[in-house]
């Protein structure tokens, strides 16, 4: 009997775009691969939607608020329709981004130092010695991200706006120089990892993410097979601390500079990775030998409830 697969999409997140982009793939995918696909925009009524379709998986490709912090796995749980990725309490942990610091940090995994503070405060004065980051403590996407360099004398004043969307708490962190690095885990074990590089040569900004031509992605990383195998390791081990399932990707920063510190943290880990034409997933996913049709496939069939 073939699968009735309802993909989530949309949602009601700043990340909205990215995740309709995101279904799209993922539903044709599936198609693809032989299920009955229903796309579901996934508003304020999505539990009655769902009550009404009855899959019998939910594909959960949403991002950012409501579709990666718990709170639609949480219906999913009380509709008992198996759903991809990560169960509620992952979700939330890894989407607030100090507590998330804290479970990884007890787990022996690197994370910058850092604080959290009320994004009126961080606006007041600086949090922090130069240079640091500052971003809100529940976002994704890169979104109300600031970096504030040497010699900036003030504080990121858009703080201030009334019409700042991306909550009020923001978490402030010393900024990590060096080399973008992320890693993937899927069914529990770590994949390749990729060192990311803005076109640029800026950050690894919201363009540098989802424009086409907007980052370079070097996979294999042209690292030491020391640190590759120790961002693999720490990858599993943030997953694993957390209580990820599916599939994970942890992002890092690596400090090789001459005389830099040899620094390598976890910045966070993302439980709703991007499943675009630019996402890093499905790339390295590839590489491992993994089609994007096995890559969805594969996910479909390790849903489930309670996770």
């Known amino acids: ?6 993909v989530l999409m949309g949602g009601l997140s700043a990340e909205r775009e990215i995740s309709l982009r995101s279904g799209e793939a993922c539903a044709k995918a599936l198609e693809e691969q032989g299920f009955q696909v ?10 009655t939607v769902l009550a009404a379709l009855k899959p019998d998986v939910a594909f959960n490709a949403l991002h950012g608020r409501f579709g990666e912090d718990g709170c639609i796995q949480g219906a999913l749980e009380l509709l008992r329709i198996p759903y991809t990725h990560s169960g509620v309490l992952a979700s939330s942990v890894a989407m607030k981004k100090d507590i998330a610091k804290t479970v990884m940090a007890a787990a022996g995994v690197p994370t910058p130092k ?4 009320h994004r009126l405060d961080a606006a007041k004065a600086h949090a922090l ?14 979104f ?6 040497e010699g900036q ?8 706006r009334e019409d700042w969307t991306h909550g009020d708490m923001m978490l402030a962190e010393q900024f990590i120089a060096g080399r973008e690095l992320t890693c993937a885990v899927m069914n529990d074990k770590a994949l390749d990892v990729i060192e ?8 690894y900004d919201y363009h540098a993410k989802y424009a086409k031509g907007g980052s370079k992605h ?66 390295m996913a590839a590489y491992a030998g993994f089609s994007f049709g096995e890559l969805v496939r594969w996910m479909v069939e390790d849903a489930s409830c309670d996770r």
């Open 1 to 6: 009997m073939t699968k009735h697969v309802a």
């Open 38 to 47: 229903s796309r579901v925009d996934a508003g304020h009524d999505v539990a």
């Open 114 to 117: 850092g604080r959290v503070l």
């Open 129 to 142: 010695p130069l240079p640091y980051v500052l971003k809100p403590v529940s976002e994704g996407s890169s």
């Open 144 to 149: 109300g991200v600031f970096i504030v360099s």
């Open 153 to 160: 004398e003030h504080p990121p004043q858009e703080l201030w």
């Open 196 to 203: 990311i590089l803005a076109a640029d040569g800026g950050w």
């Open 218 to 283: 070097v996979l294999p990383a042209n690292l030491k097979l020391n640190i590759y195998q120790e961002v693999q390791h720490l990858a599993l081990e943030a997953h694993r601390a957390l209580g990820c399932r599916g599939v994970s990707r942890a992002d890092f920063r690596y400090d090789d500079r001459p005389g830099g510190t040899g620094e390598l943290v976890v910045l966070e880990v993302n439980t709703q990775p991007g499943m675009t034409e630019t996402s890093l997933v499905p790339e």
